[in-house]
């Protein structure tokens, strides 16, 4: 095979230009490593580059510059712009060049690309790209102004629907889990826009964002004033319950809002209940003296959502509650092994001990309704027993189930 060119460290020995009688005309690369030889044809550098083929491509040894195997058009001289480092990039003949060389071995690589084929390229990639980037960008930015003039929209929208009369309010029955009897009723507030039902959990907190909520629990407590009125001469012993936001329990006027629902239904003392999130107790001093005023006044309160949020168990104390809603979440464990499942039933014990009343909310199988009434729990709520329903629904449903309870004790 004829003399060695070059000798690397690692002892490999290369052959630059070797040919073979098998294939006249063409000169070969030999690597050699102690008696073991590969053969390496010229034109094949690094396979896996095959699949773009107007770039050119060579390998060259680092001992004397010369070139090993190459495809294309390369021009020996780049390699001397290797001054220093590993990497050199540079624009030379109407190509874009990259030379790079290997710290371990004594090789290197040039990666050469006509600028004319390069600027095809690019302009066939931005024949497709721009377009379709531009449309993209434009319904991005369409999307977003959408958005924000929603947003910004939310706070009059909300009192357009105020004033359209679009929201009306729907009862979830609360059950007495050892009787199965109806003792009371949630009130939910809906949302109908032309149709389309906007849940709660989103207008809810953009009404309390904007300051708005003041307006809505009023409305609430007018709907449930027309709906309700002179209800509880018929139904003494039942107890109907309304969602209050933070600010509403900050604000003296919330008292006078509850003194007319009282006076609209005909509410004695415990037939009307505050539900109120953890969220109103964070600062006691504040809620605190409203509260106390609205209990003071016959009006039970709860706990809503209990566990969710950030009430310290040493407040919970101080506070007057009457009820304490479990939330959903603990709920949807029972029966199911997960490790919280333990922590309902300390909510459980803890309530108990504070004397407090649960209602457990969300409850949506026998399982978990038996769990709930095995270890004390008095009231549940839940799609298992009534989903949240019209007024008049709610009325014609406890009507029926009197007239049968009278019925029992005629016989
Ligand atoms: P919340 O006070 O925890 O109300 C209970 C929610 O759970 C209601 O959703 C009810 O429909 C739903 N629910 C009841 N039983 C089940 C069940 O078995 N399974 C499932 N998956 N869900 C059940 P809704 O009506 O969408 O209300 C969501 C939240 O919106 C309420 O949560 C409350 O925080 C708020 N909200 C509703 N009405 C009013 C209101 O008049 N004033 C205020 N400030 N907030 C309200
Ligand atoms: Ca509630
Ligand atoms: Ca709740």
């Known amino acids: 095979m004829g003399p060695v060119d070059v000798v690397q460290s690692s002892g490999v020995k290369l ?36 699949d773009v083929p107007e770039v050119a491509l060579a390998t060259y040894s680092q001992a004397n510059g010369q070139i090993l195997t190459q495809r294309g058009y390369i021009d020996p001289l780049w390699i001397q712009t290797l001054a220093e480092g590993n990497l050199a990039q540079f624009v030379q003949d109407g190509h874009v060049v990259v030379v790079i060389q290997s710290e371990r071995y004594l090789i290197g690589a040039i990666v050469a690309l006509p600028i004319a084929q390069l600027n095809q390229r690019v302009q066939g ?37 105020l004033r359209r009369k679009e929201f009306f309010l729907v009862y979830q029955p609360i059950v007495d889990l050892a009787t199965g009897a109806w003792v009371g009723a949630e009130a939910l507030l809906r949302w109908d826009r032309g149709g ?18 003041q307006i809505v629990s009023e409305h609430v407590v007018e709907l449930a004033s027309r709906d309700a009125a002179g209800f509880f001469q018929l139904h003494p012993d039942f107890h109907l319950g309304i969602n209050l936001s933070p600010a509403d329990l900050e604000d003296e006027r919330t008292l ?29 001093k504040k809620a605190g003296p409203i509260i106390h005023r609205l209990r003071g006044n016959g009006i039970l309160l709860a706990i809503d959502d209990f566990g969710t949020g950030y009430s310290s168990l040493s407040s919970l104390e101080k506070l007057e509650l009457d009820y304490l809603k479990i939330d959903k979440s603990f709920v949807d464990t029972l029966g199911t092994g997960a490790a919280t ?11 108990q001990s504070l004397n407090l009343k649960l209602i457990a909310e969300g409850v949506e199988t026998e399982t978990q309704a038996c769990q709930l009434r095995d270890r ?36």
Do not use: C
């Not at 024949?127 to 706070?155: C, E, F, S």
């Not at 006078?256 to 107790?281: C, H, I, M, P, Q």
């Not at 499942?341 to 803890?350: A, E, K, N, Q, R």
């Open 15 to 50: 052959r630059t230009d070797v040919k073979f009688p098998f294939a006249v005309g063409s000169s070969f690369v030999v690597v050699q490593s102690g008696n073991y030889a590969a053969i390496v044809h010229k034109d094949l550098p690094i396979d896996t580059a095959l």
């Open 125 to 161: 990639v931005a024949a497709v790209a721009l377009p379709v980037g531009i449309l993209a960008g434009g319904v991005l930015a369409l999307a977003v102004l959408q958005l924000a003039r929603q947003h910004r929209a939310m706070p009059s929208v909300i009192r357009d629907g």
């Open 196 to 213: 389309e039902l906007v849940p709660p959990d989103l207008f809810i907190p953009a009404a309390e964002e904007a300051g708005l909520i």
């Open 256 to 284: 006078a809002l509850l003194d007319r629902l009282t006076e609209a239904t005909g509410a004695g003392k415990g037939n009307l209940l505050v539900e109120a999130t953890e969220r109103s107790f964070t600062d006691p």
């Open 341 to 351: 499942s333990s922590v309902i039933l300390h909510i459980i014990d803890m309530a």
């Open 376 to 411: 004390g729990v008095q009231l549940a709520q839940g799609w298992l027993f009534a989903r949240p329903m019209p007024f008049r629904q709610l009325l014609g449903e406890l009507e029926a189930r009197q007239g049968k309870a009278a019925r029992l004790v005629e016989h």
